[in-house]
């Protein structure tokens, strides 16, 4: 389940739906376990119902983090991504308990490093959720809106969301550091690649998918640092939940 939390936190709906038909990274540069990661990203086929039962006042608060009170509507926002999410990699959704607890995991680490991330005096404006926001829906006119119902969003509950991945983006930009990606590591990833394809000759050469593997492999990096990161949060934190 980790790796469907981080998913949210980390790539978020907001990249998801900005990824949407952007193929200029080359497939063939990625593993099997890559390109796997990628299909689960996408929305589901079938819709996740959210009943009124699953559901809290938008007012409600449900959790009190360092003394920072969420309420109801944060949640629930939470709530039906992260179950659609669940859905997507085949977890078992019934459990309506475990959707909550992962929900609540959910806010609980995405509310520490937006606390992380004022503290180290980053901040987003406004106006540049709103620019953002302008372009991506622009680029997906034809996908947007049914995004944003397939994770139960509305623009405004869209934008919140979009604001913590900016704040993150500048968040691991600042304090998160990747080590440096050495050629042994990318002649191994190199390597597994071919090992995983089912006809190597479609493998392209190394030079030409080098730099695409650096790319990939400082990107996990940087998400295990980050993982790392929020866990020692969550160690120090005051966490108190009220549902």
Do not use: R, W
Request: glycine fraction near 2%.
């Amino acid at each position: 389940m980790k790796k469907v939390i981080m998913l949210v936190l980390v790539l978020g709906i907001a990249t998801i739906l900005a990824a949407c038909g952007d193929d200029s990274a080359s497939d063939n540069s990625k593993s099997n376990d890559d390109k796997k990661s990628e299909e689960t990203a996408q929305p589901a086929t079938k819709d996740v119902k959210i009943t009124d039962k699953e559901k809290v006042d938008s007012d409600k608060v449900v959790s009190k983090i360092n003394g920072e009170e969420i309420t109801g509507k944060e949640y629930n926002a939470s709530y039906a991504q992260t179950k659609t999410l669940m859905n997507q990699y085949g977890q078992d959704v019934s459990d309506l308990e475990n959707v909550k607890k992962q929900a609540l995991n959910v806010i609980v680490e995405q509310e520490l490093l937006k606390q992380e991330a004022k503290e180290q005096g980053i901040e987003v404006t406004d106006k540049e959720v709103q620019k953002q926001f302008k372009t991506i829906k622009e680029k997906n006119a034809d996908q947007f809106k049914a995004v944003l119902d397939q994770y139960h969003l509305t623009e405004a509950t869209y934008k919140d969301q979009l604001a913590f991945e900016l704040t993150l983006q500048k968040y691991m930009k600042q304090e998160i550091k990747a080590e440096e990606i050495t050629d042994k590591e990318v002649k191994e990833y190199y390597s597994k690649l071919k090992e995983q394809s089912k006809d190597a000759k479609t493998i392209p050469k190394l030079e030409e998918v080098k730099d695409q593997i650096k790319g990939q492999l400082k990107q996990q990096k940087q998400q295990q640092q980050l993982q790392a990161k929020v866990e020692k949060l969550k160690e120090d934190a005051k966490i108190k939940h009220m549902i």
